[in-house]
């Protein structure tokens, strides 16, 4: 079975630094990997999602990811992040044969100081 | 606005009692999920519907039931409420259940019982 871990909590930052949310996975197949957006009060949103070919991947809002396989990470960057940014963030897995349902990580919470 | 339709938003249950927590989808999508949120823990599966018809347990399923009723509606149902089922509770929906296709997920019910 898969798992995933996200190695930070929370992550502060001030408004228009960069910042990288880390997320490792474990499984014995190969699989999907997703970034997952929760704002306030609100539902999860897709953010972006790895499949497979090129290994950087990017999604809405300005923020993109890494797959690196040898690392089994899919570590989330932005280089400059706005208040608007304030929410939770979910990575999860799937794996590609098999029940193919999602697995989330614990979530890491970033919050924009201004 | 299409989407996915969570009620109640939130709810007060004392132990013991029963209640059902509605969600209803008009995407078209032929599988559903029901998930809960814990601080620290992430999102889990507790029951889904690959689609209308039969349902399935995830990782988490003692003390809930499920009912897909058409392809739209998906309830799960809370027969006697224990303190350790207060959480955040999504519905979710997808085209398929890979989740290649991307799961829509409702804004959330929160319940607590006390």
């Known amino acids: 079975a898969q798992s995933v871990t996200q190695l930070d909590s929370q992550v502060p930052v001030f408004e228009e630094a960069p910042v990288e949310l880390r997320c490792n996975y474990s499984s014995s197949v190969s699989v999907y990997l997703f970034w997952y957006v929760q704002y306030p009060n609100q539902g999860l949103q897709l953010l972006l999602k790895y499949l497979s070919g090129s290994t950087l991947v990017k999604g809405i809002n300005g923020f993109e990811a890494e797959f690196n396989k040898s690392q089994t990470s899919f570590h989330l960057r932005k280089p400059s992040v706005h208040i608007s940014d304030t929410a939770e963030y979910f990575c999860?897995?799937?794996?590609?044969?098999?029940?193919?349902?999602?697995?989330f990580g614990q979530g890491t919470r970033l919050t924009i100081n201004p | 606005n299409a989407g996915v339709t969570q009620t109640p938003k939130f709810q007060v249950l004392k132990t013991g009692q029963s209640m059902t927590l509605q969600c209803a989808q008009d995407?078209?999508?032929?599988?559903m999920y029901w998930y809960r949120q814990d601080p620290g823990m992430g999102l889990r599966l507790i029951y889904y519907s690959a689609s209308e018809g039969t349902t399935d347990k995830g990782e988490v399923p003692n003390g809930y039931n499920v009912s897909r009723l058409n392809k739209r509606e998906f309830s799960l149902r809370l027969e006697s409420a224990a303190p350790s089922q207060t959480s955040v509770y999504f519905c979710?929906?997808?085209?398929?259940?890979?989740?290649?296709?991307?799961?829509?997920f409702g804004s959330g019910t929160r319940l607590t019982v006390v």
């Open positions: 995407m078209n999508h032929n599988s």
């Open positions: 979710a929906s997808s085209e398929a259940t890979s989740p290649l296709y991307g799961y829509t």
């Open positions: 999860a897995v799937s794996e590609i044969q098999g029940a193919q349902k999602l697995v």
